[in-house]
Structures are given as C-alpha cells and as structure tokens.
C-alpha cells in the first residue's frame, strides 16, 4: 500500500520569504499523481497544485512550485513571498493510476504558520 | 459554477443515534468521494462512487457505515448506532472522469460529535 509522510508537524516563515514544505511517499508503481491541498482553520481544503509523474518538468502556480524527485520519491512544495493568507494546514497527496483506484492516500500534514 | 456542498455543517449526536450526511458535488462532477479526517491528522479514504455504482470501500468502512448515491447525483452516508470514537470531519469530494489528473475537489465537511 502507498504511504505519504510528511515529516515537518509546523513550519513558520516570516511574510514576503520562502519556506519549502517536504513530503515523501512509498510507492511501487512508475505512474501516479501527487498533489498539495491547503486546509486554512475552519475551512475547506483546496487544491494548490499537482503534478503528474510521468512529467519531469516541476509544476508551478504562481508563488507556488515543486520540487518534483521521483527517484527519491520526494515532492516537496515552495511558498515564495509568504502571505498571511498561506497560513493554513498543508497535506501532501498521492493518486494511483485510474485502473488501480481512484482514492487520495494523504499525509498527516505540515501547519504553517506566517508572521508578520 | 458553485462548488461541493455538505449538510449539516455540524451535528452532534448521543452514543447509539443513527446519522445520515448529505453531500452535492459540483453538477459536471460524475465521481464522488468520502473521507473522514480526525483532529491533526489527514483525510482517509472511505469510500467512491462513479454515478451511482459504489466501486471501492475501505475497510475502515465498517457494517454500521452505508453510503448511497441514488441517481448519481447527491450522496448519503448513513452511520447506524454511533461511537464516540466515529467523532470526526466528514469530507465529501467530486471529481470529473476523463481528464487526466482527475483532480478531486472537496466539501465544507460535516464535523460530527458523538457524546
């Protein structure tokens, strides 16, 4: 079974840096998908960005970006130019191929926390 | 386009009382999904529909767990004779087969509180 560890429980970065969330997973399969969701206090939790494992070009949006290695099985996201608005829970998820199920297998999450 | 919806927001109910969660997913949206995520930690799978064929549960699904999605559109998940130890945010997400990442996009959650 795949498994996804996060191993930073709380991060804190001062606004406007750059702070890099780790995340690494276990997987036998050569095909899947990886993604980060943001969960801010008492909200919903949204998709920041995915990427595909098949593309070795690392996805980006916006301030935000991976660091995408798959032979080390890591997928780390970059937050450039902190905002308070990037405080939140951040999970880090994994996607089997279609034909393999379709559940997302999360970690347990990294807290950031961003000081003004 | 509105997003997913779930209802109530929060319940609390006595150890023994049956529940019954209802999700909508976005209206394009043909897959959906449950998830319960407990205190400090991550979402866990339950289980998926794709219309309204359930095609995978968890084990953590146990007997007192049902979920249904009559006609592929809105979904229930019924818990019978409840736990304390079934107290947690119930997640719904949707997502639209034949794209290629198949991006799963989540609900407010149901919080239940078992007393």
């Known amino acids: 079974a795949q498994t996804v560890t996060q191993s930073q429980p709380e991060m804190s970065v001062q606004e406007a840096e750059t702070v890099t969330l780790s995340c690494t997973y276990d997987?036998?399969?050569?095909?899947?998908?990886l993604f980060w969701y943001k969960q801010p206090p008492s909200r919903q939790m949204i998709l920041v960005i995915r990427?595909?494992?098949?593309?070795?070009q690392n996805a980006t949006e916006n301030r935000f970006s991976v660091n995408f290695q798959k032979a080390a099985k890591s997928f780390s996201l970059k937050i450039s130019d902190s905002q308070l608005g990037d405080a939140a829970m951040y999970f880090c998820?994994?996607?089997?191929?279609?034909?393999?199920?379709?559940?997302?297998?999360f970690g347990a999450g990294t807290i950031l926390r961003v000081k003004s | 386009d509105t997003g997913v919806s779930q209802n109530p927001r929060h319940k609390i109910t006595k150890r023994g009382q049956n529940v019954t969660f209802r999700c909508d997913p976005i209206?394009?949206?043909?897959?959906l999904y449950w998830y319960r995520q407990t205190l400090g930690q991550g979402p866990e799978f339950l289980t998926y529909?794709?219309?309204?064929?359930?095609?995978?549960k968890s084990r953590l699904l146990s007997d007192r767990f049902s979920a249904e999605r009559p006609k592929g559109s809105f979904s229930t998940l019924e818990i019978q004779r409840t736990e304390q130890g079934d107290s947690a945010m119930y997640l719904c997400?949707?997502?639209?087969?034949?794209?290629?990442?198949?991006?799963?996009?989540f609900g407010p959650g149901t919080r239940l509180t078992v007393l």
């Open positions: 209206s394009e949206h043909n897959r």
């Open positions: 997400a949707s997502s639209r087969s034949g794209t290629s990442t198949d991006t799963q996009y």
């Open positions: 997987t036998s399969e050569s095909d899947y998908y």
């Open positions: 529909f794709q219309n309204e064929a359930q095609l995978e």
């Open positions: 990427q595909e494992a098949y593309k070795q």
């Open positions: 998820a994994y996607r089997s191929p279609m034909e393999y199920g379709n559940k997302l297998v």
